[in-house]
């Protein structure tokens, strides 16, 4: 049991690039999500999801695409990357409404 | 969504409890409280959380206002690995659907 996994840990992208960031969960998990976390701040949520085939968009969701095609991945799709989007991602999932959040390890992103 | 509110920072002496306080005034009755910390370089994991009753797992307390417009987290004994920052989130009717703010910064002093 892998728990929620994210790749790669590591990124440096150039400005207006596109990228994917990787998010899978092997716990059956409904929920999944997508968090951004700038430097000393709180997490942000970017964009949810609340089963395969629905997501719905969070407190800061422009500059980022989702999809959810199956129950374990919930890939991040940065469009056109920005200096802005210099952040550590993190992708969480949890079984039920209400229940535990598990976290991934993060990807630092950094867009020059 | 319903939002909270924490102190920026608290500090604690080691081997002594710690009461970390959360408002959160605009809670729905379907919201959930959770408790999450973060230690450097780290997600966040979770702690604790409740609906209405107080709470207990090995790990803390959650005491929840009979109003349900606050809440406390409780660690017991306060060790230095509990240094971390911690948030005190709300989940609506959308488990996905979490607000974090800045947290809380413990600081555990030997």
């Known amino acids: 049991n892998a728990g929620v996994t994210q790749t790669p840990k590591f990124q440096v992208l150039k400005t207006g690039q596109s990228m994917t960031l990787q998010c899978a969960q092997d716990?059956?998990?409904?929920?999944m999500s997508w968090y951004r976390q700038d430097p000393g701040m709180g997490l942000r949520l970017i964009h949810y999801?609340?089963?395969?085939?629905?997501?719905d968009q969070g407190e800061v969701p422009n500059g980022y695409n989702v999809s959810r095609s199956t129950t374990e991945d919930f890939p991040l799709r940065l469009l056109s990357a920005a200096p802005s989007q210099t952040s550590v991602y993190f992708c969480?999932?949890?079984?039920?409404?209400?229940?535990?959040?598990?976290f991934g390890p993060g990807t630092r992103l950094t867009v020059l | 969504d319903a939002k909270t509110t924490q102190p920026n920072s608290m500090e604690s002496n080691e081997e002594e409890p710690v009461h970390l306080p959360c408002n959160h005034s605009?809670?729905?009755?379907?919201?959930?409280i959770h408790w999450y910390r973060q230690l450097p370089s780290q997600g966040p994991e979770y702690v604790i959380h409740?609906?209405?009753s107080n709470v207990n797992n090995r790990m803390a307390s959650l005491a929840i206002a009979e109003d349900r417009k606050s809440s406390t987290l409780i660690l017991h004994r306060a060790t230095l690995r509990d240094a971390a920052v911690y948030y005190c989130?709300?989940?609506?009717?959308?488990?996905?659907?979490?607000?974090f703010g800045d947290g809380t910064t413990l600081t555990v002093k030997p």
């Open positions: 969480a999932s949890s079984f039920d409404r209400g229940g535990e959040q598990f």
């Open positions: 716990m059956n998990h409904e929920y």
């Open positions: 999801s609340v089963g395969a085939g629905i997501t």
């Open positions: 605009t809670i729905s009755g379907t919201d959930y």
């Open positions: 409740g609906l209405t």
């Open positions: 989130i709300l989940s609506g009717a959308n488990a996905g659907k979490s607000t």
